[in-house]
């Protein structure tokens, strides 16, 4: 056992006691569930547990996290210390991994040598066609610049893979944000901040400056020519498959089939265009803008990319903007939690696998599928009676469900990393290494049958997902724990909380996106014209009553941005309450009252709970110009409110804040 290892041992630490449970104890009573059902469910957790000083948020989700990040530690450390596992065994693997992550020493005594070769390419390039090299080797890397290329499946074409570009090469989180008057003052922090950074790496203090200017202007630019995030929701607008050759023509200074050979995809006939004007703008910055303004923002994009995975200074610099100034987070986390995410990141499966094997027990698997089972009975009934769907429509809609598939837990089979060559001195190589990988691994991809059986999700992730191009819903072991799933609570609960969670994901095969993939999962208009002006027409009142919402002053929720996940968040929780009802009906739950609340009211406090959430003012600023999900008082307030079960539960009163009129309340699903 070498000196470092031993130190990491000592600083390990118990997973917390505390399982984030649902508990009447969290409510507010002071409240009134008619005018504020968020404050009522929640209000005395909300009160009692503010945001941490290292985080922007803290939520039921950062509650399991952490939980879940500890339990991964604890994994991480064992394999850190004692008996040394053979050479690329994955437990050996993911223990130098981490070991190298928290390894402050060594990053500090390295400095900039991680970068340093790259940064010479970047000096001596003398044509944007060399510079564009360094961009294509980077991408290798999977390291994002000027634009982001990724491999999934085609959407229209849902059987094989293809390569996508995509907009991008901005370092603030969106468009908006060099251009609304709410970021303006981060505008000019920003500038500081490129200055300060680009100072480690530019020979004068001058130089610095002028590489900040130079950046700053590029990436305005990039952002003119880029969508709104509303825009990129629409799925048809931003799909446009597009021969290489036509493409070529289009762009000479993208030298896009050399960029392509450096990236692994020699001979590619054909890729998917997200958003051709940005590329359109892309190529005519490139004849227009200096070469000696484009190796600065090279230079930035490399070092903003790898500024967490170097020395302290740099790090330090990275944090005090994008996270203290951007987020309003006082402190970084701690590096072992840092260190934790990242190896789930690049070595998931691996990491996954040990942690479904010590905590991810067979009987939730089996309850899991009880779950699915009955919410997937409610939502095909439904499907079968929906009185605004015509019966041509209502069969597509039918046929669609019917393959639909539902996957708990974790992969079949775990993926192999035997190729990632991990050094448990070298931090940042191994995370580039680790991203080349999997670069190449889908590069390899394009073209080929799709992988149905694969997880775009690590086991331990406390999320969920609807795959669109493969009308799937996956479930990782991670969120199937409380206060999402628990074994040891009555069914309100659990289908308050997880059951919300299988019919919102089950709801998004027929929200505004997932609508528009037929049962092959393919982009394919299979609805009749009045049954999609029918939708059309219910999901605009949805984005209307979003629309009014007002987290911050001057701030609302973007109901275009938010639709998806709202309709899903409606859907969801309409759907688990009716299962839950058919539960209740035929005797396979208890109808006694629990803690003084009965099924159905219990049902609904769970729903609230798994939404409770704190956040800095700066965070929820970025959430609600990014984020497609709406703040978590909305997400409870806005669905309920809809609900004439919510209403009848809790005794809400015509006019209430809790039970919308007539003219405004919405019904899809």
């Not at 200074?313 to 994008?322: G, K, N, P, V, Y």
């Amino acid at each position: 056992m070498t000196p470092r290892r031993a130190r990491v041992r000592r600083r390990a630490r118990a997973a917390p006691d505390r399982v984030p449970r649902f508990s009447v104890r969290y409510l507010d009573r002071r409240a009134s569930p008619a005018r504020d059902f968020y404050r009522y469910a929640t209000g005395r957790w909300v009160d009692a547990n503010p945001v941490p000083a290292d985080r922007s948020r803290w939520s039921a989700f950062d509650e399991l996290r952490e939980r879940n990040t500890h339990l991964l530690r604890e994994i991480l450390e064992e394999r850190t210390t004692g008996r040394r596992r053979p050479a690329g065994a994955s437990d050996r693997q993911v223990g130098d991994f981490y070991a190298a992550a928290i390894d402050r020493r060594e990053r500090n005594r390295r400095g900039l040598a991680p970068i340093a070769g790259d940064l010479r390419r970047i000096d001596g390039a003398t044509s944007i066609g060399e510079l564009l090299d360094v961009v294509a080797d980077l991408h290798r890397d999977d390291l994002a610049v000027l634009f982001a290329p990724w491999v999934t499946p085609d959407w229209k074409s849902s059987s094989r893979y293809a390569l996508y570009l995509h907009q991008g090469g901005l370092a603030l989180p969106d468009r908006d944000y060099y251009f609304l008057p709410a970021f303006a003052g981060l505008r000019g922090a920003y500038r500081r901040h490129l200055e300060r950074m680009l100072r480690f790496v530019a020979p004068t203090p001058a130089a610095a400056r002028r590489g900040a200017r130079a950046v700053y202007r590029i990436e305005e630019a990039l952002a003119r020519a880029g969508r709104r995030s509303a825009d990129l929701r629409d799925v048809r607008k931003n799909y446009h498959r597009v021969r290489v050759t036509a493409l070529a023509r289009r762009h000479p200074r993208l030298r896009w089939s050399e960029y392509l050979r450096r990236l692994g995809a020699r001979g590619l006939r054909e890729v998917v265009v997200g958003q051709p004007e940005f590329f359109d703008r892309l190529h005519q910055l490139l004849g227009s803008v200096p070469i000696d303004d484009w190796k600065w923002y090279v230079r930035w994009q490399l070092l903003h990319a790898a500024a967490p995975h170097l020395s302290a200074r740099i790090d330090r610099e990275d944090f005090d903007f994008f996270h203290r100034r951007l987020l309003g987070q006082p402190r970084p986390e701690p590096d072992w939690r840092r260190a934790v995410t990242l190896v789930d990141a690049a070595l998931g499966e691996a990491l996954g696998r040990i942690y479904v094997e010590r905590y991810f027990p067979p009987e939730s698997r089996q309850r899991m599928l009880e779950l699915v089972d009955d919410l997937r009975a409610v939502f095909r009934d439904r499907l079968a009676q929906l009185p605004w769907m015509s019966a041509k429509t209502r069969a597509q809609a039918l046929a669609k469900f019917r393959r639909f598939e539902a996957y708990i837990g974790h992969p079949k089979r775990y993926r192999s990393y035997a190729r990632v060559r991990v050094d448990p001195h070298d931090h940042l190589g191994n995370v580039r290494r680790a991203g080349a990988f999997d670069v190449a691994r889908n590069v390899a991809r394009i073209g080929k049958t799709v992988d149905r059986e694969e997880w775009q999700m690590t086991p331990p992730t406390v999320n969920a997902h609807f795959v669109p191009t493969q009308n799937q819903i996956k479930f990782p072991a991670g969120i199937l724990q409380p206060p999402f799933f628990d074994p040891a609570a009555d069914d309100a609960v659990n289908y308050g909380g997880i059951g919300v969670v299988i019919g919102h994901e089950i709801t998004h095969g027929f929200d505004d996106q997932g609508r528009e993939f037929d049962a092959e999962g393919n982009l394919r208009d299979w609805w009749g014209p009045k049954d999609a002006r029918e939708f059309t027409r219910r999901a605009a009142r949805i984005v209307a009553q979003y629309d009014r919402f007002e987290p911050l002053p001057g701030m609302h929720v973007n109901g275009r941005l938010t639709m998806g996940e709202n309709i899903a968040d409606l859907g969801g929780v309409s759907v688990a309450f009716e299962a839950l009802t058919r539960r209740l009906g035929d005797g396979r739950t208890d109808v006694a009252p629990v803690d003084g609340f009965s099924p159905a009211q219990r049902f609904f406090l769970s729903y609230g709970q798994i939404w409770r959430w704190n956040v800095r003012p700066d965070e929820l600023k970025r959430r609600l110009t990014t984020d497609p999900h709406s703040p978590g008082n909305y997400r409870v307030n806005g669905p309920l409110a809809n609900l004439p079960e919510f209403w009848a539960a809790f005794g809400v009163p015509a006019g209430a804040p809790m039970r919308q009129e007539p003219r405004r309340r919405v019904e899809i699903w």
